[in-house]
């Protein structure tokens, strides 16, 4: 049979290249919908108008600023409450995740290793509460902080306790990722390491956590982010006390109660931007875990 | 260092009323640094064993012993033992050396430099010294076992499990690991448990191999053993390569001292009537159709053989040939008619030398080594040449109450009443009682051990319960006195030593005997008495019942509350309500938990195990059976029966009595499923 190979290769590879430019058109083009707001936020939190150092940008049709300045952060840390909220976000969720990330993978790893009447019942019921929304309870959560003294009119850091005691309580229910990890790790382990004299808590300890960074920096970078993002229960618990508020309740009411909205547009991207800097940070000394798997060699392979 | 004794091991999964016994009543010794293989085909509940021996299962029922120590409670830590795993389990966050170390640091007995020496140790006993601070997975799948064995062994274990711990490595590499832990076991002199499904692992490395299959331990030998006396059609074709023939067959005494064996295309063959002289009679007799079993290396190809076995020599067709390299596999057709590929018994396999010149489609004269058969029953696939027979078959003619046997006139006893006429009698091996080797009657030697140390604690039993029977010192039922009264005088011909058991063959008057006589030595004659008891008579007009030397009755355990959240245990048996000792009631609650209460039991105790008290479960002598060598009450109790050895009580029919049972020797079942708790 006679073959035309140049034409069939020809056709494949052209093929090839009109689906790929299709696909990278529409790609691009989300990406750029998704990346301008966060550039035109950064570019706004440096803007100035011309000979105005503190003259919002509210309102010009520019993208670009006419003028650069560093001005808004300096007035951010110096003349606001900003540095105080920053820190009250920054201690709660450090808290968080140290305390959700451990509730988290114990709950994990119980679910994933030991065999035990109700496991199962146990575990749909934490899937299932897992799934409703967390400011559904927010009113009672408030008054039982009430009545124990840590919301309504009380000292920041009880406030704050408060907060740290919302965002871990209910962490564990987020265990099923966390024990889909657990439960690929080989189960010979485990009882090789009970058999060498370990107990539960060494097991877990020594053989599970070491085997398991991917997940416990997966799950430790998603309590860090909860906290510091949230915007319903902080709000509703912490009222009008400024002094122990987070970054998003304190950004938010910013614009929210301003009068003018000018008064505080680059003062609000300033703050957004800083918000936006230790997640980053994070993420960028974590990552390398996340792709990392180490669980080479420990059993056939 | 140390023995293990599993007894009436069960591994139940719940799944509903009967649950699914992944391991059936496990029962072996297992002696101090032997070198034991499970094996069986995958899901035979090998492994399950093993884990249970490890701790990583829990015991459903049985007692299992390390040493001397019941450990079914025991943390698998605590037990002292070491596992390798099949696919190694090496931790993989930590070197070599911090791997071997692991469970040393746990310990925390040791100090750093008696860790670093063991490790050191064990890494030159494995040859893994240059790998000590790499990770595990630098190293290749032999390595990597190598290392899991060195963690097993600075621990310097009691006993070894290794779980299939070849079976992921490359066919190379396993022959030579097989070797490697066969040195091992040599240099350590330890106890090695291995499982394995791989046949060749088990026959060479093995001290003694257990072949299981669906739970159910098959047989517990030596290689050779299992090889030359297969007990069943599934050992037999489970161990050797290729597999050994099987063939439908029926065989018949011929005269002339001739067994003719009859295969279903109507081909015959002739034994001599020794390969078959442990065989039943009744499977001689030409008509019932048995398994015929021979392994491919003894059927022989070569002249010479053939010219000498004329006898077992046929022809069949070569339709197969595998030239293996040290030796060629022969598949031949024996049904010309039918090319019938996939029925085995038209097929059979055997291997001859490489050199030989053998085609394809070729008709060749074969012959079959008649001392290497093996014969099955076709139903229950058991063996039909048991090592040791477990009866001999004898005709013989009752009048008034003698019976003529083996050319000597017998008086019966009187506990067996018979019209005239003629018989075959079945007499048990273990029916026959020599003067001056007289034997303990019962056989059972391990729950005697059990006897002495037996505590009839207090735990359970602060107050009497009200119909509580009073428990009785195991010594007192242990006197036995017989009453020798001679049958016959017989000749030693052979004896034979099969494992702990001595095989007599008896020569009476030109008859011949199987009998069973452990510690019968340096005598050629011997008076002979026979226990009528275990004796069965089959006659045209009457067939005697075998006598039941187990009694078993069925029972429940009561509790009585004698205070706040405080109890007494007792086993209800035909009314009467027994002590439980902390033994017995442990065992029931660790098997039961609270369903004790509720789980209908069965108790069984032989007949030398209960007597005549002056409490316990009340009954009315039915009638008094002598056989002449002893006396036996039969007791009704309630609706049930016991059988009850009598000594020299002067007990007589129509008597109301009291049973007390030996407590120590007393076996528990759970009904429903059949699970032996005692």
Sequence with gaps: MDYDFKKTNGGMKRRKAISKSAIYTILTILSICWILPLIWLILQSFGMEPDAPYQSTYGSPDILPSHYTVNWYVKLFTETEFPTWYLNTLIISLACMVLST?????????????????????????????????????????????????????????????????????????????????????????????????????????????????????????????????????????????????????LYRWIAMAEIPAQWYNLFAAGAV???????????????????????????? | MASLSLKHIYKVYDNGANGVKAVNDFCMEIEDKEFIVFVGPSGCGKSTTLRMIAGLEEITAGELMI?????????????????????????????????????????????????????????????????LDRKPRA??????????????????????????????????????????????????????????????????????????????????????????????KFVAGFIGTPQMNFFDAT????????????????????????VVAKTDGKYLDGNTTVTLGVRPEDVHWDEKFVSEHKETAFTCRTSLIEALGSETIVYCELDEENDAIGDSSTRLTLKVDPKAEIDKNQDITVAIDPQCIHLFDNETEMTIMPRIPQYNLVKAKVKSGKVDL?????????????????????IPSDAFIFKGFETPLTSVEESHKLCSVEPVGEKYANKALKNLVKTYPCEQFEQYELQFNKAFDAEIESVEDIGKTRLLRLKVNKNKLFAIGNGVDNVKTLSVAVDWKKVTFTGEEKVTEAFALTNTLSARVVKEQTGKKKYNFALEVAGAEIYLTDYIATKIFNALGRKAFETELTVDFGIYDVMTADSGIEGVVEKILDYGTEKIAVVKAGEAQVNVYLGNSGVKQGDNVKLALNLPRLGVVETLRGIRII
């Design chain 1, 102 to 250: 451990f509730f988290t993978l114990s709950m994990a790893y119980v679910m994933s290793r030991f065999r035990f009447k109700s496991r199962k019942t146990i575990q749909n019921i934490g899937l299932i509460l897992g799934m409703f929304p967390g400011f559904m309870s927010m009113v009672a959560i408030y008054y039982i902080f009430k009545g124990i003294g840590l919301a309504g009119n009380v000292e920041n850091w009880k406030q704050i306790l408060a907060l740290i005691m919302v965002y871990s309580g209910s962490a564990a229910l987020g265990y099923y990722v966390s024990k889909g990890f657990f439960d690929t790790v080989s189960k010979s382990l485990d009882e090789a390491a009970r058999i060498d004299g370990a107990t539960n808590s060494q097991v877990f300890r020594k053989i599970m956590l070491p085997l398991s960074k991917p997940i416990i920096v997966y799950t430790a970078l998603m309590s860090f982010t909860a906290p510091w993002g949230d915007f319903i229960f902080a709000s509703f618990i912490l009222k009008e006390n400024s002094g122990a508020y987070t970054v998003a309740v304190g």
């Design chain 1, 274 to 301: 800083c918000v936006a800097v230790p997640i980053t940070i994070l993420f960028l000394l974590l990552q390398r875990y996340f792709v990392e798997g180490i669980t080479g060699g420990a059993v056939k392979g």
């Design chain 2, 67 to 131: 040493g001397d120590e019941v450990v079914n409670d025991v943390e698998p830590k605590e037990r002292n033992i070491a596992m390798v795993f099949q696919n190694y389990a090496l931790y993989p966050h930590m070197t070599v050396r911090e791997n071997m170390a692991f469970a040393l640091e746990l310990s925390k007995k040791f100090t750093k430099e008696e860790i670093n020496d063991r490790v050191n140790e064990a890494a030159r006993i494995l040859d893994i010294e240059q790998f």
């Design chain 2, 406 to 426: 083996l050319g000597a006139d017998i008086a019966l006893p009187s506990a067996i009443d018979l019209p005239d006429g003629d018989y075959i009698l079945n």
């Design chain 2, 251 to 274: 065989l018949k005494k011929t005269e002339g001292g001739k067994v003719e064996v009859t295969f279903a295309n109507n081909r015959k063959i002739l034994l001599d009537e020794d």
């Design chain 2, 139 to 232: 190293l290749s799948g032999g390595q990597r076992q190598r290392v899991s064995l060195g963690r097993a062994i600075v621990r310097d274990p009691k006993v070894f499990l290794l779980d299939e711990p070849l079976s992921n490595l490359d066919a190379k590499l396993r022959a030579q690991m097989r070797t490697e832990i066969s040195k091992l076991h040599n240099k350590l002199q330890t106890t090695f448990i291995y499982v394995t499904h791989d046949q060749v692992e088990a026959m060479t490395m093995g001290t003694r191999i257990v072949v299981m299959k669906l739970g159910v331990v098959q047989q517990i030998d030596t290689p050779k053993n299992l090889y030359k006396y297969p007990a069943n």
